[in-house]
């Protein structure tokens, strides 16, 4: 079943034609500037409407000021939106703040819940008696996030002393001890090296897997993203550009595949294919699939002489993405 | 209520760890904290002492007006540990955020967070010089008045903490401009609130008792304490009292919904920092 099939039947966050308008003042030009300001709006969010259902690991992209955060805030309910109706775990953040809460749990990569002059344990154990854990509950999920994230070593550190991998460890380990039944978290792989951005991957699809904990993740890793999600919502300046998986993504910029072939030196010429690098006869290609199809390409590349090595791989995500960023920001330049 | 207890025993607890994790550190610290404030005020008692009192107040009872604002100053920085005393700074410093996603009121929020041991300096400074000042003013006292004791003293925190939640409630509006709105204003009263306005000119003691009500969180508590009051002075004290908590809840529950209605520190050019 599509996830998205799941998300209309029994939706863990429903946004319905939500719209959140920001007020904004600004000076103007010259010396009438220092005197009189300029109140504009801006639109974070424009009317945007989705559904995730629960169990789902959907990610959440866009560029940078897409409205991303501001999405995630007002899940939380952080923020209130301006016009439309959101409902989280079928309740509303504003209305049912402390009730969701119990059932929620929210990370931003830019800031920690842990006490700064406190050991982790000591967050833990504050952690408890805010949210009212009940003993089993914490002692079990305290000794799972010790092994799965491999605690033993901080739990006695004081936070402020930690790494940036360790702090995000322990944070996550923090907002997962009421056992959360829908976690949003904003960046959590922001400013992580590669092995504790793997750890943290694996541990999300770990607990998204076998708990079947919704998660909802934003990031600027589009390849991180793709890895963890099986669904991707793009927002592009504050409306819904995409909706849907990965792979549908690729077919919208031209399912387009990159492949480089290796020769003993001489450049070869490939009609339909785009020449990206080229370096010590390693040459770097993207062809459009839909215009080249596989069959031809191949046909092509056996009728070359000094062929050594061919490697056809998909195109990465993170090109997609940029391709469709630089489409949409053409697009606003025209209408503009 | 229990539930209540449970966390005000956390934060305790966090408190105790903190105070323990260096103690001859924090000895030191909360020596020179009491030495500190016996000091601050001194000066206002050595005034009295050499003059044999001041506006119609005798020595010991200017010690007891003293105390009695220590006492009051000092219970509310011991309860207001995380920054509930200057919700400013948190406004200013976008903890909010921290606290929006805590399954708690804020209320309980606000005022769960203690620091009785490294914060109790002053209180126990206050409680101190308030039997100091007890023993020496020579009367007997009823039993209510044992009472009033209690009572005023509570009535006082709320004239400082409404004056602190009224100027505080600008900050959702400016985050960053005024961060320190409720430090400038507690300071400012907590200042102010040690000279006895008796036998000032009413052009000094109307604008403390009204406009910036520092009066009323030690001076006319103490004269009611005392005996030195009409009834219609005494009764002005809680009506006051009421009026400025009511309307400090009314300005910062409106600046609150603005905050989450239209604030946010990417858009907003005095938006909170971080």
Redesign the interface.
Known sequence: MYPADTALRRPAVAVESVTKV????RRKEGARGLFRQQKTT?A?LEGVSFRIGRGEFAAYAGPNGAGK??TM?LL?????P?EGRISVLGMSP?KD???L??R?G?L?GN?T?L?W??PVI?SF??KK????IPDQVYERNLDRMRELLELDGILNTFARELSLGQRMRADLAMMLLHSPELVLLDEPTLGLDVVAKRQMIEFLKKINREDGVTILVTSHDMDDLEEMARRILMISKGKLAYDGDFEGLRRLTGNSTVFTVTTDGRRPVLEGCRLLSEQHGVFEFEADLSCTPIRLLMEMLSRIDGIRDVEIRRAPIEQVIAQLYQTWRKDEGQTL | MRRYFKLLGIYARMDLASLMRDGRFMALVIASDLVSNISAVSGIFLLAWKFGGIGGMDRFEVLFMLAYGNVVMGFLNMMGGCNALFPSRIIGRGQWEHMFIMPLPYGVQLTVGIFPFTGSSTFLSGVGLLIAALCNLERDFAWWWWGLLVLLPAVSMVIVVSCSYLLSSLAFYAPVQCEEISSTVVYSVERAMTFPLSGMPAYVRYPLLTIFPAGLAACLPTMILLGKTTLSESLYFPLFTFFAAFTAAHFFKKGFRYYVKKGINRYVSGGHRS
Request: proline content about 0%; charged content about 30%; aromatic content about 16%.
């Open positions: 920001f007020t904004q003042w801006v974070a955060s501001t805030k939380a309910g952080m923020l209130q301006t504003e703040r402390i009730r809460m119990r929620l929210v931003f800031r819940e006490w002059d406190h000591q154990e504050w008696v805010v949210w009212d």
